[in-house]
C-alpha cells in the first residue's frame, strides 16, 4: 500500500487534503516562498500526529508542521519539491484545562492566540503573548518560533511563559511533559530546547502556559526625545520608578511616524515631530489614578532631566488604544511605501545608540538618501531596522540591487555590538545561510549534534535553521 | 609523560592540589557522600579549563566540577574509585563587566553568590538569586543546578536570571556565548541546555546574569491562615493586589515553627501558633508607606474573607529581617532535632492542600508518631516536606528502617499530582535511580540521547543525573 493510502487510511477524509487546492499551506504569509506540498495532513489528536510520524520515517517522507503559518521566514511552508507532508495542527484546537489556582492553562498546539487571550479574559486573568498576528498566529508555532511581541519587557518571550510541553518526537513517540510546575529540577531542560527549534525536532502538540493576575488599569503614554541615548535613560529611569509596573517602553524614529502621517493622515499624533518618540505602557495592579501618579511623576522628572521634551498621558482606555494604534501603524504604512529591506535585530539595550549612530551613517555613505523606517521594543534591545528605497527610487529595483550589500553591512554592525540577527522572528528559510556564516562555530557544532541525536533520519522540517 | 606531569605542567603549582589533604574537594555538604579524587585541577581562565579538558579526553580521565561544592544531592564530589580529577572553578572569580543601562553583569563561574549581590547593590542594582548558602556557593554551581531559593515568584530560578553562557565542551572547545541580548531566535537554546545539566554535559565558565532596579521599599507581613486552602486563597488575592510587588510567598506548618520555638526561644514570635503561618514580602518601587498600604488593604481583605486569622506588619527593615530570619530558622531547628528525610517537591499549587491531607495521612497511618517539617515556597509550589521520626524514637534508627517506604509514600503521591520529585535541588547521585525509575521514559530517551551527542565518550561528571 503506498505512503497516501496509508494516511488516507489513518486520518479519514477529514484529515487528510490533497489535490490541487492547497496553496494556502504552501505559500508563506510575506508570499516569498511558493511550495509544492505532497499533501496536507490535519491529524485531530496527538494519537494521531504521532502515527503520522511514524509512517513519515517508515517511507522516509520528511514533515513540515504547519499552525497558522503567519511566521515570518519560510519555515512553515513545504519546498517546491512536492514530496514533503505539510502537517497542519489546525484540528487540535481544544484548551484542555485553565488552572486558575495555579495561574495556568494547558492548550493545543492549533490553538488561536487570540482565542487563548480571550478565553485567560473571560476568568479576568491574562495571558500576556500579544503579537501583530495574534488574530491568526497558533500557540504551537508561536512556542516553536518563540514569539516575542509587545509585552516581552514585563513577561519575557513564549519561552517565558511556557511551563510544560506534549511533543511528538521525530520517532513518534510523545513525550508528555505537560508540567504546571514552577521549579522542575529532574534532568535536562527538554522544553526549552523545543521552544524555538522551529519545528526542527519535533513537533509540539500541546503547552501549559503561566497566567497572570489583570491589572487593574493599563496606561500609556507618548514622549518626544531628543536622542536615542535619551531614550535609553528614560527607560532606565522607567524601570526604577515604575518597577515591573513598566509594560511596554517602543521607540520610534521620525520617520516611521512620519510614514504614519502621510498614508494614515486620519490617526492623529498628539505630539509634534521629534528626532524620537517612546510609547510607554504601565500596567497597575491598583487602578487608573494611581497609575497616573506614576507616569506624571516619572515624566516630569524626565522633563526636568531634559531627557523628554513634549509628552502626552492616556487620558482614557481609548487614547491608550490609539497611541498603540500609531505604533502598530508603522510596519503598514512602511508597506504603503513601497518593498523594503527588513532586520529584526536585537542588541545590548547600552549599545544601541552606538550600532544606530555607525550605521545610518555607513548606510547612508553607501546608499544616499535610503531611508530608515527604525522602530522597536528599545526595553528589549530589539530594532526593527528598515531600509527603504531613496524617495522616488523604485522599491523592487533598489531591493534588488542593494539588499545582500545592505545586509552584509547591518549584520556586521550587529556582530561588532554582540547582537543578533533574529530578535523574534528566527531563521527558518531566510537567514539559514547568514547563520550558518555568522553563529559561533562551537555553537553550531552543538546544534548539529543535537539535531542528529533527536532526528537522526532529518525527517523534521529539513533544510530550516540549521 | 603521564597525565598528573601534563596538568601540573598546564596549570603549574597554583593550579593543581594533588596530595593527602582532598577532603574538602572530596565530602560533600551534607557529608552524605565521601569520595577519593585523582586530583583537583584549579585552573585560572577559560583557556585552562578546555585544556584541562582536552588532556583528559586525551587520557580518558573523567571530571567532576565543582564551584563551592554547597550541593545537595551529591553532585559536585568525585566517586571513591580515586580515577576522577575535580576541576574546581574557584580561582576563576572575576566580575567580567557590569553594563549599568542594559541591567546585566557578566561573571565568571567561581564569583560567591553573596560577593554578586554586593556588587550589583553597590550600584543600586538588584541580583535577586538569594539562597542559604549565598554566603560560599558560586555562580557557576547555582547555573550548572538551577538553584531556586527565596525571590522565585518574582524573578524566577537561576535559569530565568541568565542571558547568556560561557561553556566549556565536553571536547574541550570554548562556546562563547556571554550574550547580554534579551531576546535572540538564532537557533536552539543551548543557554538552557547547560543550565540544570549538573555538569553533565560541559563546564560553565561564564554567564551574564540578569539585574534589576533595586526597589525602594521591601515589606515583610506574616499571618495565622486556618488551613492551607486559605494560604492557596490569600496567594491568590496577594496576586491580584500587589500584583509583581508580591516577591515572596512562604508557608510554615505549626511544627516547623514549633521547632523554632523550641531551639531558639530567644526568636521572638509575633503570632499565637496557628496550624499555618503565611510570610509574605512586598517590594516597592515607590517607598515604605506605600507598600504598608498595600499591605494593609490586602490583609484587611485576607482578614474579612476569614482566610487570614491574625497578622503582624513589619515595623522596620529590622522587624522584617527577623521574620525572615524565622522562616530561614527552620532548616536549623529541624537539624537539632535530629536527622529527618527530606523531600525538596514541587506540585501544581491548585494541587497542595489535596497533596499534603492525603499524604499525611498515609505516613500517619504507615508510621503513626511520625512528626512532619512542612514548610516553603508556595508561591513557587515548591515543599521542603520532611518526615521526623517519632518523638523519643532514636532518629537514624528511624531512617535506616524507613526511608526507602517514605520515600515511597511520597513519590507516589507527587506523581498522582503531577508533580515534582526535585523542585530546586537536582539529582546528583541522590535522586539518580529514582529519577530513572519515575522520569517519563521517553523524556529519558530524549536526555540519553542529548548526552551521547554531546559527550560521547561519557567524561563529564559520570553516573550523575542520568
Not at 5 to 29: I, K, M, P
Not at 343 to 369: M, W, Y
Amino acid at each position: 500500500m503506498s505512503f497516501l493510502n496509508e494516511l488516507q487510511q489513518l486520518l479519514g477524509d477529514a484529515g487528510l487534503v490533497r489535490g490541487d487546492d492547497l496553496s494556502a499551506f504552501e505559500t508563506d504569509w510575506r508570499k516569498r516562498y511558493v511550495g509544492r506540498a505532497l499533501a496536507v495532513a490535519r491529524p485531530a489528536d496527538t494519537a494521531q500526529v504521532a502515527a503520522v510520524v511514524r509512517l513519515c520515517a517508515a517511507y522516509g517522507v520528511t514533515i513540515v508542521p504547519q499552525g497558522g503559518n503567519t511566521g515570518l521566514v519560510g519555515g512553515s511552508t513545504p519546498d517546491d519539491s512536492g514530496e514533503q507532508l505539510v502537517l497542519s495542527l489546525t484540528r487540535m484546537n481544544r484548551i484542555r484545562a485553565i488552572d486558575e489556582a495555579n495561574l495556568t492553562m494547558t492548550v493545543e498546539a492549533g490553538c488561536v492566540l487570540q482565542a487563548l487571550q480571550e478565553a485567560a479574559e473571560a476568568r479576568r486573568l491574562l495571558l500576556p503573548l500579544s503579537l501583530a498576528a495574534e488574530g491568526s498566529c497558533m500557540i504551537g508555532g508561536n512556542l516553536a518560533t518563540n514569539a516575542g511581541g509587545t509585552q516581552v519587557l514585563r513577561y519575557g518571550n513564549a519561552r517565558e511563559l511556557c511551563l510544560g510541553l506534549e511533543v511528538v518526537t521525530a520517532q513518534g513517540e510523545v513525550w508528555n511533559g505537560l508540567s504546571g510546575l514552577r521549579k522542575d529540577n529532574t534532568g535536562y531542560d527538554l522544553r526549552d530546547l523545543f521552544v524555538g527549534s522551529e519545528g526542527t525536532l519535533g513537533i509540539i502538540t500541546a503547552a501549559t502556559l503561566k497566567l497572570y493576575p489583570e491589572p487593574r488599569a493599563r496606561m500609556t503614554a507618548l514622549a518626544s526625545v531628543p536622542t536615542l541615548e535619551a531614550a535609553v535613560e528614560l527607560l532606565g529611569l522607567a524601570r526604577q520608578r515604575a518597577g515591573s509596573g513598566l509594560t511596554g517602553f517602543e521607540v520610534m524614529n521620525a520617520f516611521s511616524l512620519g510614514l504614519v502621517r502621510k498614508h494614515y493622515p486620519q490617526q492623529r499624533q498628539p505630539l509634534e515631530a521629534s528626532p524620537w518618540t517612546v510609547l510607554l505602557e504601565l500596567s497597575d495592579s491598583e487602578d487608573e489614578q494611581h497609575a497616573r501618579t506614576v507616569f506624571e511623576g516619572l515624566l516630569e522628572a524626565a522633563l526636568e532631566a531634559g531627557l523628554v521634551t513634549d509628552a502626552a498621558v492616556a487620558e482614557s482606555q481609548a487614547q491608550s488604544n490609539a497611541l498603540w494604534h500609531l505604533r502598530e501603524s508603522i510596519p503598514l504604512a512602511q508597506s504603503e511605501e513601497g518593498l523594503n529591506i527588513k532586520h529584526d535585530i536585537a542588541l545590548p539595550v547600552s549599545a544601541i545608540p552606538a550600532f544606530v549612530a555607525e550605521t545610518d551613517a555607513l548606510l547612508e555613505a553607501g546608499f544616499p538618501g535610503m531611508r530608515l523606517v527604525d522602530f522597536g521594543h528599545l526595553g528589549d534591545g530589539n530594532l526593527h531596522y528598515n531600509v527603504q528605497a531613496p524617495e522616488g527610487v523604485p522599491a523592487a529595483e533598489f531591493l534588488a540591487k542593494n539588499e545582500p550589500a545592505i545586509n552584509s553591512i547591518v549584520y556586521d554592525q550587529v556582530a561588532k555590538y554582540a547582537g543578533s540577527i533574529s530578535a523574534e522572528h528566527g531563521i527558518g528559510r531566510l537567514k539559514r545561510e547568514e547563520l550558518a556564516q555568522r553563529k559561533d562555530p562551537v555553537a553550531l557544532g552543538l546544534m548539529q549534534a543535537i539535531k542528529k541525536a533527536l532526528d537522526p533520519q532529518g525527517l523534521m522540517n529539513p533544510n530550516r535553521v540549521i
